[in-house]
C-alpha cells in the first residue's frame, strides 16, 4: 500500500502483511525507509478522524522530558492520506518506541521478577514521576487522555514513559470550540463521577484524568495492589470495586468502612508521609469534590521528594525504602512472601534464585498410624476374598475427656517446691498425729463418741474420695480411683478424730484429751 503523508509530501509505502500491532481502531505498520516512525492506519477511517488529527498535529504537547530516541507522548508526526483520486486521510505517523514493556509488567510483583528483576523501588518512583510529567504536559495544552489504563502506558529499563494510543483522547479545537470526545474508558480507573455513565455523551475534564493517575501511581508504589480493593467485612455479598470506587470505599483511608487492606498489600505506611497525604486528598476528599484532587504537577513534586528521601539497605543494595522508616520494609517482604524478595539482589539474579519457587516447610514423615485388632474383627474368620460393600465397621470415635485442659502453669523454682512440700506434709503430719492423740486419749478416759466420729469420717472421705477419682480421671486409670477412695477414707477419718477429740475434752473439761491432741499436732507438724 502506498501512501503519502499530508505536510511533508513524501510517499511512504507501507507492506500491510507486517503488522507490528493491532487494535479496535485499526493496525500499526513500520515504514521501511524510517526506522523511527510507524504508520497506524485506520480499519473505517471518517472525516472525524481526519479533522481530529488535523487539530492534534497543529497543536502538540511539549515533550516533558528531553531524551535522545525518546517521545514521552506517541503525537501524530504527520497524517497519511491515499494517493490518486480523491484524497482521504486514513491514518497518521508518530515515534516509534522501542525496548518498552507495558506498566503492569512492571508494578506487578510476578512480572517483574520474571522480566524485569533489578527494576527496583527507586525505579518505580522515578516512573510514577516521569508519568506524572507527561499527563502534565498533555493538561497544560488542554487535552484529556479520558481512558487512562495500564496498556496505554509504556516503560523503558531505565524507566522512561510513553504515552500511547494518543488518537482516543479528548481534544478541543480551539477555533471552533468542537469537541472530540473519547468514547472509551476501564471502570477501574474511571473516578466516582463518571462510573456507569456512556463516554460518547461527557466532556471529559482533567480532574477526571487525575483519579486515574492516582490509582496507576498507588499500583507503582504499592506492589500492583489498587487503592479500592480490600477485604470486604459485611456478611452479604462482597460489592464490585465499581461500586467501591462510587461509594469512595478507599481501605487505606481515614473515614471508617467496611474494608480493611489486603492482607498481603505492603502497608500504607511505607509510603512517605506526604504521597499518603496526597492519596487521601486523591480518593477521600476528591470523592465528592473531584477539584480536591491533587494535578500531576503537585503528584510530579511530591514523587520527587519521596524519591530524594530513598535509603539503600545494608543486607541488599537492591531495597530502597524511606527514610521515614526505622527498618527495611523489603527485608520484612520477603520473609513474609517465604523468600519470594521483591527486588532480589543481583548476585541472586546472576544465579538465577530470584525465580525459585517459595520456600515451604518440609513436613516431618509422620509414622502410619497403628491399626489395633478389635475383639469383633478377630472373631471373623479369613475367607481370602474381598469385603463386601457394607461389611465395614464403624470407625470408633474417642470419648472426649470431661476434664478441660489446665492452663499452662509458670514452673516453681527449687525454693518454693520446698516450701510447698514442707507445707503438705505439716497439714498431714498434724492432722494424723492429732487424730491419734485425740484417739488414743479419748479411749483411755472412755470417749466412744470419738470411734463413731471416725467410722463417720471414714464415710465421707470414702463418698468424696470415689466422686474425685469418678470426674476428674480417665476410665483407664482404675487403680487411681481406689486409691482416691482410700485416701478419702484415711482423710475423713484422722479429720473428725481430731474434731472430735477436741469437742469431747472441752465438753468433758478433760484438759489431758487437749493437752495430748496439741502435743500431738506439734510434733506431727514437724515430723510431716
Known amino acids: 500500500m502506498?501512501?503519502?503523508?499530508?505536510?511533508?509530501?513524501?510517499l511512504i509505502a507501507i507492506d500491510t502483511n507486517s503488522a507490528i500491532a493491532s487494535g479496535g481502531q485499526g493496525r500499526i505498520y513500520p515504514i521501511a525507509k524510517d526506522s523511527s516512525l510507524v504508520a497506524k492506519i485506520y480499519h473505517k477511517p471518517t472525516d472525524e478522524d481526519g479533522d481530529k488529527l488535523t487539530v492534534m498535529?497543529?497543536?502538540p504537547p511539549d515533550a516533558p522530558i528531553a531524551e535522545p530516541g525518546h517521545a514521552s507522548i506517541a503525537w501524530p508526526l504527520d497524517l497519511l492520506h491515499t494517493v490518486g483520486g480523491r484524497e482521504k486521510i486514513v491514518g497518521f505517523v508518530m515515534p516509534r518506541v522501542k525496548k518498552v514493556l507495558p506498566v503492569h509488567t512492571f508494578y506487578?510483583?510476578?512480572?517483574?521478577?520474571?522480566?524485569?528483576?533489578?527494576?527496583?523501588?527507586?525505579?518505580l518512583h522515578r516512573t510514577a514521576r516521569n508519568l506524572a510529567s507527561a499527563v502534565n504536559a498533555l493538561h497544560v495544552r488542554g487535552y484529556v487522555i479520558g481512558d487512562v489504563n495500564e496498556s496505554n502506558i509504556l516503560v523503558t529499563d531505565t524507566a522512561l514513559v510513553t504515552l500511547v494510543d494518543t488518537d482516543s483522547f479528548q481534544v478541543r479545537d480551539p477555533y471552533t470550540g468542537y469537541v472530540y470526545r473519547c468514547p472509551v474508558g476501564k471502570p477501574e480507573f474511571t473516578p466516582p463521577e463518571l462510573q456507569g455513565q456512556t463516554f460518547r455523551d461527557i466532556d471529559r475534564a482533567p480532574e477526571h484524568d487525575l483519579f486515574g493517575l492516582g490509582v496507576l501511581i498507588f499500583q507503582l508504589l504499592m506492589e500492583g495492589t489498587h487503592p479500592f480493593s480490600g477485604v470486604y467485612l459485611g456478611s452479604d455479598e462482597p460489592p464490585s470495586l465499581?461500586?467501591?470506587?462510587?461509594?469512595?470505599?478507599?481501605?487505606?483511608?481515614?473515614?471508617?468502612?467496611?474494608?480493611?487492606p489486603m492482607p498481603a498489600a505492603p502497608p500504607f505506611e511505607m509510603l512517605h508521609p506526604r504521597l499518603r497525604q496526597m492519596f487521601v486528598r486523591c480518593f477521600e476528599e476528591g470523592h465528592r469534590n473531584p477539584s480536591a484532587r491533587p494535578d500531576a504537577k503537585t503528584w510530579v513534586n511530591a514523587i520527587r521528594e519521596a524519591e530524594d528521601s530513598l535509603l539503600t539497605c545494608s543486607k541488599n543494595t537492591q531495597h530502597k525504602y524511606g527514610n521515614h522508616l526505622s527498618r527495611c520494609p523489603w527485608c520484612d517482604r520477603a520473609k513474609l512472601l517465604k523468600g519470594r524478595d521483591p527486588f532480589p539482589s543481583r548476585q541472586a539474579v546472576s544465579n538465577g534464585l530470584h525465580l525459585q519457587p517459595a520456600k515451604t516447610k518440609r513436613k516431618k514423615p509422620q509414622p502410619p498410624p497403628v491399626v489395633r485388632e478389635t475383639a469383633v474383627r478377630r472373631q471373623q474368620p479369613s475367607t481370602g476374598l474381598p469385603r463386601q460393600l457394607g461389611n465395614y465397621q464403624l470407625p470408633m470415635l474417642p470419648i472426649p475427656s470431661r476434664s478441660r485442659t489446665p492452663a499452662p502453669q509458670v514452673p516453681l523454682t527449687k525454693f518454693e517446691r520446698i516450701v510447698q512440700d514442707a507445707a503438705w506434709g505439716g497439714v498431714w503430719g498434724t492432722l494424723c498425729l492429732a487424730a491419734v492423740a485425740g484417739i488414743f486419749s479419748a479411749i483411755a478416759e472412755g470417749g466412744g463418741a470419738i470411734l463413731?466420729?471416725?467410722?463417720?469420717?471414714?464415710?465421707?472421705?470414702?463418698?468424696f474420695g470415689m466422686m474425685w477419682g469418678i470426674f476428674t480421671l480417665s476410665p483407664n486409670q482404675i487403680w487411681r480411683k481406689w486409691g482416691g477412695v482410700l485416701l478419702g477414707?484415711?482423710?475423713g477419718a484422722f479429720f473428725l478424730a481430731a474434731i472430735s477429740g477436741v469437742v469431747f475434752g472441752a465438753i468433758s473439761d478433760n484438759r489431758a484429751i487437749g493437752q495430748g491432741i496439741l502435743s500431738g499436732a506439734g510434733v506431727g507438724t514437724l515430723w510431716g
Open 2 to 10: 502506498q501512501l503519502q503523508r499530508q505536510f511533508s509530501g513524501q
Open 57 to 59: 498535529f497543529s497543536m
Open 108 to 123: 506487578t510483583p510476578k512480572t517483574r521478577r520474571e522480566q524485569k528483576p533489578l527494576f527496583n523501588y527507586l525505579y
Open 242 to 260: 465499581e461500586a467501591r470506587i462510587r461509594s469512595g470505599h478507599f481501605p487505606s483511608g481515614t473515614k471508617r468502612i467496611p474494608y480493611r
Open 452 to 463: 463413731g466420729a471416725i467410722f463417720v469420717g471414714s464415710i465421707w472421705g470414702s463418698f
Open 489 to 491: 477414707t484415711l482423710w
